[in-house]
């Protein structure tokens, strides 16, 4: 889940915007239309921690600095990106080979090879590198490299999706080679294969990436692209509204203001990103289950989604989106709030109404906090939204809007309104975020979730091949997880974005959670055009 850290201060916000400005301006004239029109400013609220993939920046590919063996093209399909071809899967699914393209070079003019292949892979797999990837491959029994363009993995198992893995960026070997790469310069400097490379990187205010004129792509159609990093949502519309940005990611109902504005379209892009309310198990209420169904039957998705998100989404009930193939809709509930049903779980277990309407049970009321990032306007109103529904049914909820530092060091036993989810294969996100082995692991599976059914359920969704197979197992951990209401899955959004008319290129496909620089909806930009 990437986190955007409000860093910087309304003083530093102002004085970025006139910086970004200026840049745009002094450009405009002293080089011509042309050269104004060849860079571009979008705006995001998150900001990486590194620029690493190993480190997991852009592992999904389009990390515009990076690129992977394959990549995703508009519809999410798989193409040959580094690989010449798609890598070449064994009859038995346990070796995987592929065929470099010839021609490609890091920024640096340094050849790609095989070993920056292997290195990467390895540097994934090494215990000594902080690497949150490292489950994603525990299939990976060998990465190897035959000759200079030919890499083959060699897996313990056979693993459905693994070519799907491969999108992860390489490295070039020579740059961190002997280095600990947990703290290398690399990190914040690193050197691609992409279409951009890095020209610097102020913490807290922007990054900025230059065209690879070598890119083995294709030149980019633009030179220069300024990704503004603002936390706080009010302020990156005010200033998208000033003209700062060409494209800005805006909460739903600040991007619906843009919708008659002269000078702008509004992009609403499909998602498999939903946002829900984890209950941590090892809270004394939370860990109450009818609390957690109450709580599940009890919340008004569907008003979410018509006020919340001015329609932008619709209803979740698990983390596999309706829109896939594995989505099982036997676990789907009413989208609209059921309170009789809540309060009848309740009672049944032993929650009874005070004189204030809270419910209490051996003496503890039925009442806890909910945190969110105080930055993040859209989870802000989705938890005042849930403490609202909860309080009817006799449940007080403390909503509190923290620093993502302070979120940190009570994750374990307070509530969190989180964010996650991908629409690539169901493996992905759902085996960390929910398997019993990640419990209490920072944020995967925070609220120490553990349920035997659903670790087998996840486990025989990565170890069977065969479609219908991984489609029963899914069914049962979205079963079982409903069941459980670990979480409250409230709703799917849709990711909106206001970009300046006259830009064209952009091209919207379904995205995951994670997006900032890259997945975002600039993830072609090197594309894009000014008329």
Request: charged share 20%; proline share 7%.
């Amino acid at each position: 889940m990437v986190r955007s850290h409000p860093r910087a201060s309304r003083v530093l916000a102002a004085v970025t915007g006139a910086l970004l400005l200026a840049a745009c301006s002094s450009t405009s004239a002293t080089s011509g239309p042309s050269a104004a029109s060849s860079t571009f400013v979008v705006a995001t609220a998150g900001e990486p921690d590194t620029l690493n993939p190993v480190l997991n920046f852009g592992v999904d590919g389009a990390s515009l600095i990076f690129d992977g063996l394959v990549a995703r093209d508009a519809t999410n399909t798989l193409v040959p990106a580094l690989a010449a071809e798609l890598p070449a899967v064994s009859a038995d699914g346990k070796t995987v080979t592929a065929k470099l393209r010839s021609g490609v070079s890091f920024h640096d003019g340094s050849p790609l090879t095989a070993a920056d292949v292997v290195f990467t892979y390895q540097a994934v797999l090494d215990p000594k590198v902080d690497s949150t990837l490292r489950s994603d491959l525990d299939m990976l029994t060998t990465v190897t490299a035959p000759d200079p363009a030919t890499v083959v993995f060699t897996l313990k198992y056979s693993y459905a999706p693994f070519l799907q893995r491969l999108t992860l960026g390489i490295v070039p070997a020579k740059a961190l080679t002997g280095q600990d790469i947990n703290k290398a310069g690399f990190n914040r400097q690193p050197i691609g294969t992409g279409p951009y490379k890095v020209e610097s990187w102020t913490a807290g205010d922007r990054l900025v990436l230059a065209a690879n004129d070598t890119y083995w792509g294709g030149k980019p159609a633009n030179r220069k692209l300024i990704v503004a990093f603002v936390a706080d949502d009010n302020v990156r519309a005010q200033r998208m509204r000033a003209g700062e940005f060409d494209a800005a990611e805006l909460a739903p109902k600040l991007a619906a203001g843009f919708d008659n504005a002269t000078g702008y379209t509004v992009q609403r892009v499909p998602t498999a990103d939903y946002r829900g309310v984890m209950l941590p198990l090892t809270n004394p209420v939370t860990a109450d289950p009818a609390v957690r169904k109450a709580l599940a039957v009890g919340v008004d998705r569907a008003a979410m989604v018509t006020g919340i998100l001015a329609g932008a989404g619709e209803p979740a009930f698990g983390p596999i989106p309706p829109t896939s193939e594995y989505a099982d809709g036997s676990a789907a509930g009413n989208p609209s709030a059921d309170p009789a049903a809540a309060t009848a779980l309740l009672d049944a277990a032993g929650w009874t109404p005070g004189p204030d309407g809270i419910r209490a049970k051996a003496g503890r009321q039925a009442a806890f906090t909910l945190m969110y990032p105080a930055s993040d306007s859209l989870r802000k109103e989705l938890a005042l939204a849930v403490t609202a529904d909860a309080k009817k049914v006799g449940i007080k909820v403390n909503p509190e809007g923290l620093t993502w530092d302070a979120i940190d060091t009570r994750i374990t036993r307070d509530a969190l309104l989180m964010g996650f989810g991908t629409p690539y294969d169901p493996d992905f996100v759902s085996y960390k975020l929910f398997g019993s082995v990640f419990a209490a692991q920072g944020y995967f599976n925070p609220g120490s979730y553990k349920s035997p059914i659903a670790d087998k359920a996840l486990q025989d969704g990565r170890d069977q091949a065969d479609p219908a197979e991984r489609k029963a197992a899914y069914a049962t951990f979205q079963q079982q997880l409903a069941a459980d209401a670990p979480w409250v899955f409230l709703t799917y959004l849709k990711h909106t974005y206001v970009v300046k008319a006259g830009i064209t290129g952009v091209s919207p496909r379904v995205e995951a959670h994670e997006h900032d620089v890259a997945n975002s909806l600039w993830w072609n930009i090197n594309t894009w055009t000014r008329s």
